[in-house]
């Protein structure tokens, strides 16, 4: 008897004094998803990465606004959505205590706007996303970003008319370039051997005319 | 376009999926349930019912009777029959089979009685929400009292969710609706960092350590370079040779020598 006493008395309490005493949990715990919805640019890469659907977005086309939505009571706590989440928006937090009595309170949701397309006027991507992407883009240098920020509050179908135009405008350009270059020569050629003139000036025109 | 959505859940379109017609309580049992509510004062028996989940709900249950959680302190016990219980802990999606056997074990269970809904499974089907062969949720079959979400909820979740059944503590969730104020702006993470480094240096630090880890050590590493004034390698090798963990300070090797090769790349051919 005694032994076992001496026994108890090393062994300690072994019950937690939870729900009377906060629980000390790990700090990489992974309890509720946090949502921050002022850092969250309703990108929906935690919609696609969530394999349980928890999260999902729903596009209201009326109101132009696109909301993000979470249902904690289909989460699996995985964490593939802070994974996933490239503006640390979302983060599985240390809070476990979930127990809900009616189920619509296990939902959050935000709303944000969508933007409209500066040349169609259709609303194509949400707006905080746009603006976002435009200042990250303007701490990258080169052409190639340049361009990307001028067409930023395009839509995908009027940008892509855009490139098919700057496209056509080059070409355009280039086959303007050539053209002005063989004019030239034959007018080099021509100042130049006045008695050879009949054939080169044939050739001359061939040329232009493949071009054009 | 888009299917219509249901306020608190994503549901599928209904001939994907059938819906049952949930059991309602009537007027009395109501009564007598708000009742118990209020008054009770005893030990409760509980009732596990498993609707098809993968156990690791039922493990999560038997890990919340042991010495360390110890239910039985708030006379919470599992017992073997639904006729002797007070509180029917239903977990798993509801499969097509064992929704009869969960209607018996409620028709079963004297009245008036508490149900749970327990785990993802319980609450909405969870991962397997729309699986053909699940109903999705015990709220499909029988009226659900408290909903413990978590796959599994670990003992500590089960004790809460039991407090907020016997109405010992109050629900902390509750639904909210944020809306994007005018003009708001998301932050661009670490602007201090060349957006080119940064890429760099994030995609290294996830392969060396995960999505999760890999974010919270690149945010140290990142954090080191902007708080640097003049001699930001200088600060680099000091946070390095402080570091006494040898996994992470692999990685911030490895992340100084990523930062070592794009300053050379600027000085030869002038990119960042
Ligand atoms: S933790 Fe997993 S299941 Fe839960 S919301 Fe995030 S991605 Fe979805
Ligand atoms: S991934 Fe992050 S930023 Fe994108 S919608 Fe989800 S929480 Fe918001
Ligand atoms: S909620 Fe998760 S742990 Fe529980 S039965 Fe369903 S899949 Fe298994």
Sequence with gaps: MLKLWKLERKTGEATVAYPFAPLPVNKDMRGKPVHDAAACVACAACAVACPADAIWMSVDPDAETITWNINYGRCIFCGRCEESCPFEAIRLSQEFELAVTSKADLHDQAVYKIQECSV????????????????????????????????????????????????????????????????????????????????????????????? | MAEPLDMTERVLPAGLQYQPTPIQLDEKVKAAKAALATSIRRSVYAYRCDLGGCNGCEIEIFGSITPVFDTERFGVKVVPSPRQADVLIYTGAVTRAMRMPGIRAFQ???????????????????????????????????????????????????????????????????????????????????????????????RTARQMAGYRYGRDLVNEFMDVLEGARYDVMGAVDEFIRRCDDPRRREIFVALRQVVDASVVGDVNDGRR
């Design chain 1, 120 to 212: 169609c006027g259709r609303p194509f991507a949400p707006r905080k996303e746009v603006d976002l992407a435009r200042r990250v883009l303007d701490q990258v240098v080169g052409s190639a970003a340049a361009w990307q920020r001028d067409v930023l509050d395009v839509c995908p179908a009027c940008r892509r008319r855009l490139d098919a135009q700057r496209a056509k405008a080059s070409c355009d350009a280039a086959n303007a370039a050539v053209l002005l270059e063989a004019i030239e020569r034959d007018a080099a050629q021509a100042g130049g051997a006045d008695a050879a003139g009949a054939t080169d000036a044939a050739d001359g025109g061939t040329s232009a005319e493949g071009v054009r």
């Design chain 2, 108 to 202: 079963a269970a004297p009245d008036p009685k508490i149900v749970i809904s327990y785990g993802a499974c319980g609450c909405t089907g969870g991962i397997f929400y729309d699986n053909y062969c699940v109903w999705g949720g015990t709220d499909k079959i029988v009226p659900v009292d408290v909903y413990i979400p978590g796959c599994p909820p670990s003992p500590a979740q089960t004790v809460y969710g039991f407090a907020v059944a016997l109405g010992l503590l109050d629900q902390k969730l509750h639904a909210t609706t944020d809306v994007e104020k005018d003009g708001e702006e998301a932050p661009v993470l670490h602007p201090g960092v060349p957006y080119r480094l940064r890429v760099a240096l994030e």
